[in-house]
Nanobody, 120 residues
């Protein structure tokens, strides 16, 4: 059974930093890209950052480029999201995500989410 467990969220002041972690289990972690998404109240869930299997390629939403960094440690089955220079607009529930293959089909997996609140 695939499981994604996020942690590291909390309340932080504008300009502050947080590091989110997502521990994965139930699949071959190093064989799949990993993603972070976020969702604010009343808004669609949006992709924040993605990282390739070996971590050699990353992509970011325009709104977080230069402030957020995604990384992974395949020896720990963990993906991270370092968030710096946080803004109130970054307030959201952050979700870890992956898509695994099953024959000719695929499965989409989500963690339970971790709340990030940026406020003074």
């Amino acid at each position: 059974q695939v499981r994604l467990e996020e942690s590291g969220g909390g309340l932080v002041q504008p300009g502050g930093s947080l590091r989110l972690s997502c521990v994965a289990s139930g699949f071959t972690f190093s064989s799949y890209n990993m993603n972070w998404y976020r969702q604010s109240p009343g808004k669609k869930r949006e992709m924040v950052a993605t990282i390739s299997m070996a971590g050699s390629s990353t992509n970011y939403a325009e709104s977080v480029k230069g402030r957020f960094t995604i990384s992974r440690d395949n020896s720990k089955n963990t993906v991270y999201l370092q968030m710096n220079l946080l803004e109130p607009e970054d307030t959201a529930v952050y979700y870890c995500n992956t898509v695994t293959l099953r024959g000719e089909s695929f499965d989409v997996w989500w963690g339970q989410g971790t709340q990030v609140t940026v406020s003074s």
